[in-house]
């Protein structure tokens, strides 16, 4: 391991001639290659045809997403079935469960809610913003002092490009999948681009149709209710009878739905996923006046930070990416990436095929760290919401009676 380690602290470094680690892995369908899977909806732009005046014009809709890519050589239709951002989330949630198993000691903020008799939590490692989400700038320590006014919130804060060892001490997974401080006004704001990226496509896609609708079992009488003060009443016709809103039964959850025509899943040649480590992007990470052993080894302690959220997420048979979409890993390559010669790049195999093997090259890097001076709590840092984000937390699990469906 720790020759593992010496390679990756100079390659985060820019030291040696490797400039990234690749990950290609190829799957397919748990029902077997051909079985429709469901990539992500997703609001997109779309053209139908206007009934007033019988032109075409471009509306916003649900939909899947389609692009062309250069695959092998030929220009190749794909579909996303797991973008970006959707990889980076998977890896976060991964990395958060084994901080819970009390598996690894990774620093991170939490916030802790009580709302309706439910104990709450919210992480900068899943947290819409991370740790530069508006939720932690709204919340207080335990003796009520705004986070921002805190030490740990005013050096996260206060932090720039140049030096981002707050960043490495409170919230080191920020700087791995990448953060922008949007939420505090300033003309200058900080921004760290992610240095691991993950992606999963499905080549050649065929798209599919469904036909949703849903039986009532008791034939529920009345097409139409009407919303009252203390829930609602089934109405005769469709005209109103009341002071309340009139709605469909479907609307409240009871009656008939004749299936009908909507999107399906698609069916695709192949599903692979591309999951890169940037070395280049690791050397660019600044920490101000630090030591150069305490540079070379946080950049290299985030790279198997970054080794150990892809494992932990994706090492396994299996994949869940949504309901419709589980996948089986048929294949799997990781792989260093170097200087090119002759034109193509230099290419050799990485053995950490398993989690456990991530995470033992993750605790050497800890403690390599940890020799150079970085100081890591293993305890998070508490924080509650503010008066304003407590009350609209409770809004949102308070029960107020009879709500209008929003989908089937």
């Not at 990234?20 to 045809?49: D, F, W």
């Not at 003060?229 to 016709?237: L, S, T, Y």
């Not at 790049?345 to 940890?370: H, I, K, N, Y």
Request: proline share 5%; hydrophobic share 40%.
């Amino acid at each position: 391991m720790e020759a593992l380690y010496e390679r990756l602290a100079g390659a985060a470094s820019g030291l040696s001639a490797d400039g990234a680690i690749r990950v290609r892995a190829q799957y397919e369908p748990v029902a077997g290659v051909g079985a429709p899977v469901a990539p992500p909806t997703v609001k997109v732009k779309q053209t139908v045809k206007d009934p007033a005046t019988g032109k075409d014009k471009e509306v916003d809709g649900p939909g899947q997403l389609f692009e062309k890519r250069w695959v092998g050589g030929n220009a190749v239709q794909v579909v996303l079935l797991d973008q970006r951002q959707s990889q980076a989330n998977r890896c976060e949630t991964a990395l958060l469960e084994a901080v819970d198993l009390g598996e690894a000691v990774v620093p991170h903020l939490a916030l802790h809610v009580t709302a309706q008799g439910r104990e709450l939590r919210m992480t900068n490692l899943d947290a819409p913003h991370r740790s530069r989400d508006a939720y932690f700038r709204d919340a207080l320590d335990e003796a009520g002092v705004k986070f921002d006014e805190t030490d740990t919130g005013r050096a996260l804060r206060d932090a720039g490009t140049g030096d981002v060892r707050p960043f490495l001490e409170s919230a080191p997974s920020d700087l791995v999948f990448g953060i922008w401080d949007s939420h505090r006004k300033r003309r200058v704001q900080l921004k760290v681009p992610r240095t691991y990226t993950s992606e999963m496509v499905g080549l050649h896609p065929l798209s599919g149709k469904r036909a949703a609708g849903r039986f009532d079992k008791w034939n529920f009488p009345g097409d139409h209710v009407e919303l009252t003060a203390d829930g609602w009443r089934p109405v005769e016709g469709t005209g109103k009878k009341g002071k309340g809103k009139t709605l469909r039964a479907s609307a409240v959850g009871h009656g008939m739905i004749p299936p009908v025509e909507g999107m399906g899943g698609v069916t695709v040649q192949a599903i692979e996923r591309n999951a890169t480590l940037a070395m280049a992007g690791l050397r660019a990470l600044r920490f101000g006046d630090a030591p150069k052993e305490y540079v070379r080894a946080g950049r290299a302690l985030l790279a198997a930070l970054a080794l150990l959220g892809d494992r932990l997420a994706f090492a396994a048979p299996a994949v869940r990416l949504r309901s419709g979409c589980d996948l089986l890993l048929v294949s799997e390559r990781i792989e260093w990436v170097g200087r090119g010669r002759e034109g193509v790049a230099v290419t050799e195999p990485l053995e950490l095929d398993t989690a456990g093997q991530a995470l033992e090259l993750f605790e050497f890097a800890r403690s390599r760290a940890e020799e150079a001076g970085l100081v890591w709590s293993k305890e998070p840092v508490r924080l509650w919401p503010n008066a304003q984000v407590q009350q609209a937390i409770e809004r949102s699990f308070r029960l107020e009676g009879i709500g209008e469906a929003e989908g089937e």
